[in-house]
């Protein structure tokens, strides 16, 4: 596997549903983030971990919640979602601390909350 | 809060033509990024502009950066169709000089480039 890698692809579930997202990086950097992409706004930033610390939460609601057990590896568990919760779901990494934070991003997983 | 703001949002040319996407924010960083979405895909990094005046270049795609203007250009010389997708400009959110940091994007130009 090489750059950012995401499993599932694709996720349908209920309301009542609990499921994980999974997002691993080969690129060897230290930070990684979360964003949701929808059809009604912008690419939003959701979480940004570095050296698997949480450094940023971007007022996310709590069914919503990542897990970074190391610097590779990002979760995010997600729990009694609503139906406007549907998107697609974008992790990225960077090696952060350089003189730039270009971040690389992995395919997405497409969710649809009925 | 910050901005970041680009027109057109949506801009249909043929193929041949020069155009230009323009990117505002308003954040004080000298650093922005360039990204392109093909329909269903990711985003693929294409530029990262570091200082005021800087320019770079990939094929017919040219990127600028005016610092003091808060500006950023994107110009596509000689479109050709494979160059159809979403394009996206992106500032650090924070910008504390060092450390991991969000990106704030720009709503995105979708461009078509017809025969």
């Known amino acids: 596997e090489t750059g950012v890698t995401q499993t599932p692809r694709h996720l349908v579930m209920g309301m009542t549903n609990k499921k994980s997202l999974k997002c691993e990086q080969h690129?060897?950097?230290?930070?990684m983030y979360w964003y949701k992409q929808s059809a009604k706004k912008p690419l939003e930033l959701m979480f940004v971990y570095n050296f698997k610390e949480q450094t940023e939460n971007n007022s996310v609601p709590s069914r919503f919640s990542p897990e970074c057990p190391n610097s590779s590896h990002l979760f995010l568990h997600l729990h009694t979602l609503q139906p406007e919760d549907s998107a697609l779901y974008l992790c990225?990494?960077?090696?952060?601390?350089?003189?730039?934070?270009?971040?690389?991003f992995g395919p997405g997983t497409r969710l649809t909350v009925l | 809060e910050l901005k970041v703001e680009q027109n057109p949002l949506f801009l249909s040319m043929q193929e041949g033509k020069n155009y230009t996407i323009y990117c505002n924010y308003s954040?004080?960083?000298?650093?922005l990024y360039w990204y392109r979405q093909d329909p269903g895909k990711s985003l693929e990094s294409l530029f990262v502009?570091?200082?005021?005046?800087a320019v770079k270049q990939e094929g017919r795609l040219m990127a600028s950066l005016d610092t003091k203007a808060r500006l950023s250009t994107l110009h596509i010389t000689a479109a050709v169709h494979d160059l159809s997708a979403t394009y996206f400009c992106?500032?650090?959110?924070?910008?504390?000089?060092?450390?991991?940091?969000?990106?704030?994007f720009g709503k995105g130009t979708h461009l078509i480039i017809q025969p």
């Open positions: 954040t004080t960083s000298d650093r």
């Open positions: 502009l570091l200082s005021n005046g």
């Open positions: 992106a500032v650090d959110s924070r910008y504390s000089g060092g450390g991991a940091d969000g990106l704030t």
């Open positions: 990225a990494s960077s090696q952060a601390g350089g003189s730039y934070n270009e971040q690389f």
């Open positions: 690129l060897g950097h230290n930070a």
